[in-house]
């Protein structure tokens, strides 16, 4: 922890009387520190990808290659692109999360629409990542969800492509809903990946917090996730539950107040795309 700090004033008031002034600007100077971490942070993430992607301009326009290793240089080239994009657009997301008001009009999504979206979510990205897991659903539970689906749908979806990320092939990610006695709801993603030692738990949701850097970036993590799921989580009154054991797996857990919920009308459902 930072010792306080105070910025101090002499302000001149009446015949030659002085007032001292004191303010405590520990929390200004920590916002700023943090600010400037972030800057940092981003630059960097950044800057990555851009001196990859130069060297390889620079190879393409120095060496005379075959149409192989041609072909081998621009498909490293786009992956670095395709990483750019992903840290602009979580960024983007990020700050439209953080800059707005939570969202007013409550729209009601079928809590099933969002289930089968993010499976679809899951069993792609593990298939783009030639990964063998077991993905398993279970049933969707008879409700409606008010909020903004996009923002719900992002928020399961990142869960679950964590859990994806983090578990070794042959490995299982379970999804499952479950009523709470209170009339609350609760959505988990169970995996029986890599896990998370227990200092690390509570700063997970930090942005640019990452465990292991090097197991982030291979598979395409921006370290922004998390970040986005608490946001989305706060914004709707709910609960980001995290319980971990290293080499055994982890689940994260979003709970959703019963005010949010309804049972789901017999109407079709709204598409959260
Ligand atoms: P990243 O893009 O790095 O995955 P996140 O914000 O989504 O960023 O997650 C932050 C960090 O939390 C990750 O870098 C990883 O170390 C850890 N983490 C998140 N989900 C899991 C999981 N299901 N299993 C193990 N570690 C996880």
């Known amino acids: 922890s930072r010792p306080m700090r105070v910025s101090v004033q002499l302000h001149p008031y009446g015949r030659g009387r002085r007032l001292l002034l004191t303010r405590d600007i520990t929390g200004i100077e920590q916002a700023e520190a943090m600010r400037r971490d972030f800057v940092a942070n981003v630059s960097h993430e950044i800057r990555t990808p851009l001196t990859v992607l130069g060297g390889f301009i620079e190879t393409l326009q120095t060496l005379?290659?075959?149409?192989?290793?041609?072909?081998?240089?621009?498909?490293?080239?786009?992956?670095?692109?395709?990483?750019m994009q992903t840290l602009v657009s979580d960024l983007l997301t990020l700050s439209r999360l953080e800059g707005s008001p939570p969202p007013r009009a409550a729209e009601w999504t079928p809590m099933a629409t969002l289930m089968v979206q993010c499976e679809e979510d899951a069993r792609a990205l593990a298939a783009m990542q030639a990964k063998d897991l077991h993905i398993e659903f279970g049933p969707p539970p008879a409700l409606e969800i008010s909020g903004e689906p996009h923002e719900l749908l992002s928020a399961m979806s990142n869960l679950v492509g964590n859990a994806v990320r983090y578990t070794l092939d042959g490995g299982s990610v379970h999804v499952q809903w479950r009523d709470l006695p209170d009339g609350r709801g609760e959505i988990s993603v169970r995996d029986s990946g890599v896990g998370i030692a227990p200092e690390h738990i509570s700063r997970?949701?930090?942005?640019?917090?990452?465990?292991?850097?090097?197991?982030?970036?291979?598979?395409?993590?921006?370290?922004?996730?998390?970040?986005?799921?608490?946001?989305?989580?706060?914004?709707?009154?709910?609960?980001?539950?995290?319980?971990?054991?290293?080499?055994?797996?982890?689940?994260?857990?979003?709970?959703?107040?019963?005010?949010?919920?309804?049972?789901?009308?017999?109407?079709?459902?709204?598409?959260?795309?």
């Open 64 to 83: 005379p290659l075959g149409e192989e290793d041609r072909a081998r240089y621009l498909a490293l080239m786009s992956q670095q692109a395709q990483r």
């Open 204 to 273: 997970l949701t930090e942005r640019f917090y990452r465990v292991d850097r090097s197991r982030s970036r291979e598979t395409g993590g921006t370290g922004l996730g998390l970040a986005i799921v608490k946001h989305v989580v706060q914004r709707h009154g709910a609960e980001l539950r995290i319980d971990s054991t290293p080499g055994v797996g982890s689940t994260f857990a979003i709970v959703l107040p019963a005010g949010r919920l309804r049972p789901a009308s017999a109407t079709a459902g709204t598409n959260a795309r």
